[in-house]
């Protein structure tokens, strides 16, 4: 039987809650698509939940273009506490996780993705790309495509949505990658044996 949700969130907090504010994952446990991000942003700590700030906003706007909505997925991050740097003042500034903290975390994302147990692993940008994958594979390379991952789900590699803002021209890639996974989502509900929809791809 594999272990749910709650049992590991209780496990995680014993074990890391001391140190970070942790913000678990959360959505459909039974999603289809789990979706992972780097890292929850101010807003999302101050929440407790995953992707409720202005990226938020951009991610759902990106998951209309798939047809997606939130309810139909799970959504975490690769690390599930806010990495900060000192801004000017007293305000804290976001900042990438270190390798130390993606490895810390890694296990834990590991054991979310089998308990969701989803058809497909869906990241945002190279972070989750690396720590699902444990590869050094860039989004660049392998962005737009089913990856396979042995016995675990299969990943779908997309652009982080906040790399758009920096990089205007991958709007047009990120587009049509969200439409490459709806076309592969909706084959892949079609039929039941999911690698040989994904020899479509
Ligand atoms: N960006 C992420 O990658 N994750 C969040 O939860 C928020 C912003």
Redesign the pocket.
Known sequence: MAETLESLWRQCRDALGGQYRL?PGEGNPHAAVALV?????A??EAQGR????A??KNLDALLAMAGLTREALY?T?AVKFRPTRPGAGARLRNRPPTREEVARFAPWLRREIAAVSPRVVVT??N??LQAVTGTDLTVGRAHGRLLPCGAAPPVFALY?P?SVIYRPQLRGVLEADMRALAGWLARAGREDDIWDAEKDI
Not at 37 to 41: C, D, F, H, K, T
Not at 50 to 53: A, E, L, T
């Open positions: 913000v991000g780097e890292a929850p942003g807003q999302e995953p992707f409720v700030g990226a938020g959504v991050n945002l940008g972070v989750p982080h906040a």
